[in-house]
């Protein structure tokens, strides 16, 4: 061997050693924050809520009904629907979905780091996924694949048909995400999502880190490109989404009242063009009473709007049901924070209810939006 090949060989190895000594010295980040899980002796009990009768006393007509049990407008039955407590033991519930081909219900744990899953026909609870990157926000895309917002990933992603996990969007300008939040799929399969800093904002949710985004956007998937880009840049914190029926009202909530109590708490609409992205038109849709916030939002077939609201006045802890034009018409109150919510069900009248450490559930007159 000469001396220059000797030299480039030694040059070569003490590199590699080298390389080999920082990466074995590397911090690397954990997959999220994971808690310990609740084990309290004494677990909240499961089914009605205690002194339930009917008509359901959580179950609140703001109209006067015109006939005996319940409302023309809040599309509840109250002679035999009640609120049900259907699982417990986890210390923030979020994002459910539900999945009808399997008759089962999907929903986020973000501390505790894992999507857990609640079967119909027999109520057994199990885990889903863990660790699930503090998983907050899911859904179903229009072949039944689970898209999912990670704020420790700090990304969308999509969990295939045969369980292999694809990176939908982690980034935008070569820049981080946030903490993705909450998403929708639009009948075209472009992937509507927003992206507060609420996931990187403590370790509770995910993992704390300064923000690479200059502000907290609504962002837009392409169905066939994969190019994310921006839809609505002036929110303080968006938070819950949901298209109406027809998929011409994208609605969208601003929690940004958890930051700062001069800041909006209300639910925003836009008329949108799903095919260019386009928002036109927002204005509010619904102020929430502050001190409260609202989370996540739904649609029935009807065109009805359903929302979560918590974190204020105990009374307040409920899932509110508001008329096309924002008349709000009912309450269903339940006795924890209320994060968020999702129709399902075999009849997909079923309205799934995230507390703070129980899902609830109620049955209703009116089947959900399932798609998106």
């Given at each position: 061997m ?5 030299l480039?060989?030694a040059?070569a190895?003490a590199?590699?050693?080298?390389t080999?000594k ?17 084990t309290n002796?004494d ?6 809520l205690?002194?339930t ?10 109209k006067?009904?015109?006939?005996l049990?319940?409302?023309?407008d ?19 519930a ?8 399997g008759r ?9 780091n ?6 119909e ?9 863990q ?19 990670e704020h ?5 992603t999509?969990t ?9 969007a982690?980034?935008y300008n070569?820049?981080?995400?946030n903490s993705?939040?909450?998403v929708?799929v639009s009948s ?19 993992n704390?880190?300064?923000p ?8 837009r ?15 303080v ?14 609605y969208i909530?601003d ?8 800041n909006p ?8 063009d799903?095919?260019t992205g ?6 509010v849709?619904?102020?929430m009473p ?8 739904r ?5 009805r709007?359903?929302c ?16 096309p034009d ?5 309450k269903?109150?339940?006795?924890e924070?209320?994060a ?5 069900g ?7 209810i995230?507390?703070t450490?129980?899902?609830y559930a ?11």
């Open positions: 000469n001396r220059r090949a000797f480039t060989t040059a190895a590199a590699t050693a080298t080999m920082t990466a074995a010295g590397a911090t690397v980040t954990p997959f999220g924050h994971t808690g310990a899980p609740i002796a677990p909240l009990p499961l089914g009605p205690p002194g009768r009917h008509p359901d006393t959580h179950i609140e007509f703001l006067k009904p015109k006939i049990f319940g409302s023309t809040l599309p509840i039955f109250s002679g035999t629907s009640a609120v049900e407590r259907i699982a417990t033991g986890f210390r923030w979020e994002g459910p979905v539900y999945f009808p081909a089962y219900l999907l929903f986020s744990d973000i501390p505790n894992r999507i857990m899953r609640l079967s026909d027999d109520n057994h609870l199990s885990v889903f996924r660790p699930s990157m503090n998983a907050n926000g899911n859904t179903i895309d229009r072949e039944g694949r689970l898209i999912t917002c420790s990933g700090r990304r969308i999509r295939e048909l045969d369980g292999s996990i694809t990176i939908i982690d980034k070569g820049k981080k995400l993705p939040n909450e929708v075209d399969g472009s992937i509507w999502f927003t992206d507060p800093a609420y996931g990187i904002s403590d370790y509770s949710g995910g704390k880190a300064e690479e985004q200059e502000k907290r956007n609504v962002y998937v392409d169905p066939k490109s994969g190019e994310v880009r921006i839809v609505a840049d002036d929110f914190e968006p938070n819950g989404i949901a298209f109406s029926p027809d998929e011409k009202k994208l909530i929690s940004g009242f958890s930051d700062n109590p001069d708490c209300q639910i925003r609409v836009f008329d949108v799903v095919g386009k928002l036109l038109n927002g204005k849709f619904a102020e502050k001190p409260n916030v609202s989370d996540g939002v649609c029935d077939t009807a065109g709007v359903w979560s609201v918590g974190w204020g006045d105990p009374s307040e802890d409920a899932v509110r049901c508001y008329m924002g008349d709000l018409i009912g269903v109150h339940i006795p924070t209320v968020n919510l999702c129709f399902g075999q009849q997909r009248n079923r309205l799934y995230c507390g450490t129980s899902i109620l049955d209703t007159n009116v089947q959900g939006a399932m798609k998106p």
